[in-house]
């Protein structure tokens, strides 16, 4: 089975002798930045309350236990314990999906990837304007809470999109996440209110990170062909 | 008097009959103005809750609704069985939004008064107090995770008042059949987004109020 164990952009968790408390990470922009497809006071209150909370929260939680020092990826798929979600999964995922949330951002985003990432996408939804459908479908239709993700499945060595409830992830799943949209309401409700659909069609738009998704994609591959 | 009572009785669930006979359903009227309840809830947020969100669960409610009678008629099983989560998603959002618009009042007609008679002295004996049920109903909702309900609910079977949370838009009787909802409380975001600077715990607090 590819353990997708470890895989993450973030520096903090490829050392195993982590501080022991998790930290809230910033975005890799001002929070006004991604204006104004995503407002500044959006990523106040989402990054600076929202995130700012999972984190916080998830530290009292695991202050004291075995959890204590472990990397965030761990206590992820220790926390999922194969659906039988202990109290502190959904503080720990939520954490790791804002930050993995974030990065798949940047100002002047959206459009068309190009290179091998482009011919995947082909290969295996047909067309990028059907990848693009289909993602969109996926968030659009994700019932409640939850996100929807481009996933690369090295079993297959295929790309898919997969849409998850709460604060569920590809790590649980054993796929190698590569792109995410957040569906929950908080992400999108100042801006768009309930119009879910026109705030995914501004992010496929204007704030997708083609270049972020890109090196996941050949991070993955690399950590795929050592396992 | 009784027949009076029948023809004044507002049903919380409005209907129609459409083609062959299918009942489908309608967006049922406020029993107040959306800026009845401010600044406990904004005009804002009601007007969106209940035009956009409680109108979009009934609307795709019917094509469920639609969909399962073709299905049945043709008797294509696996239709009406992958079309069992739409309608859950959506009837049960119709379901629960009519509870909860019927249980909100105005200051001016009650709303927030505590609880008398028969309500009032169930929830002493079974919680104690007042504040003691808001406390439990408030920890409840914050600590569901995602989306949801949670419920002051009469065990029809225990005969005593219980708390409960559903997820999503999952009604109250998919936790147990002898449950009868009193009161339900929105926690999806939409239900108190727009009014960032009102903290969560508040929201609970006044739609708790609100709705005794």
């Known amino acids: ?227 | 008097m009784a027949l009076r009572t029948l023809i004044t009785r507002k049903s919380p669930i409005s209907t129609h009959l459409g083609f062959r006979g299918l009942q489908t359903f309608s967006l049922p009227d406020l029993p107040y103005d959306y800026g009845a309840l401010e600044p406990a809830i904004s005009g804002e947020i009601m007007q969106l809750h209940h035009q956009k969100h409680h109108q979009a669960y009934i609307t795709n409610y019917n094509k469920a609704l639609e969909q399962l009678d073709s299905a049945i008629s043709k008797g294509d099983a696996s239709t009406v069985v992958k079309l069992q989560s739409a309608i859950k998603f959506n009837g049960g959002g119709h379901v629960n939004h009519s509870i909860f618009w019927k249980n909100l009042a105005p200051v001016l007609e009650g709303g927030g008064e505590p609880p008398k008679a028969s309500l009032g002295s169930a929830i002493d004996n079974h919680f104690g107090s007042l504040e003691a049920l808001i406390q439990k109903m408030n920890a409840e909702g914050a600590a569901l995770q995602g989306s949801g309900w949670v419920w002051l609910a009469v065990d029809k079977e225990l005969k005593h008042l219980v708390v409960e949370t559903t997820a999503n838009q999952d009604p109250l009787v998919t936790k147990g059949p002898s449950l009868v909802p009193v009161i339900g409380i929105d926690v999806w975001e939409h239900a108190y987004y727009l009014q960032v600077f009102l903290s969560f715990s508040s929201y609970l607090n006044v739609s708790f109020l609100a709705q005794v």
Do not use: C
Request: avoid cysteine; glycine fraction near 6%; charged fraction near 20%.
């Open chain 1, 1 to 227: 089975m590819a353990s997708t164990q470890g895989f993450s952009l973030s520096a903090r968790s490829s050392n195993e002798n982590v501080a022991a408390k998790i930290e809230l990470k910033a975005p890799p922009y001002p929070l006004d930045a991604l204006e104004p497809h995503m407002s500044r006071k959006t990523l106040e209150f989402h990054w600076g309350k929202h995130h700012r909370s999972y984190v916080d929260n998830l530290n009292k939680q695991i202050v004291g236990t075995e959890l204590h020092g472990k990397t965030l990826e761990a206590i992820i798929v220790n926390t999922y314990n194969k659906g039988d979600l202990h109290p502190s999964f959904n503080n720990a995922a939520q954490v790791w999906n804002h930050d993995f949330f974030w990065e798949s951002m940047k100002p002047g985003g959206g459009g068309v990837p190009n290179g091998e990432l482009l011919e995947l996408i082909k290969r295996d939804f047909g067309s990028f304007e059907e990848f693009e459908k289909e993602f969109k479908t996926a968030a659009a239709t994700q019932f409640g809470s939850g996100w929807a993700w481009l996933v690369y499945k090295a079993q297959d060595n295929k790309l898919l999109v997969i849409k998850t409830p709460n604060a569920v992830n590809p790590l649980v799943l054993d796929y190698y996440p590569l792109l995410t949209v957040d569906v929950w309401e908080h992400a999108y409700y100042l801006d768009f209110q309930n119009r879910r659909p026109d705030y995914l069609s501004v992010f496929m738009e204007n704030l997708v990170s083609w270049e972020a998704v890109s090196s996941r994609l050949q991070l993955a591959k690399a950590q795929a062909a050592q396992t």
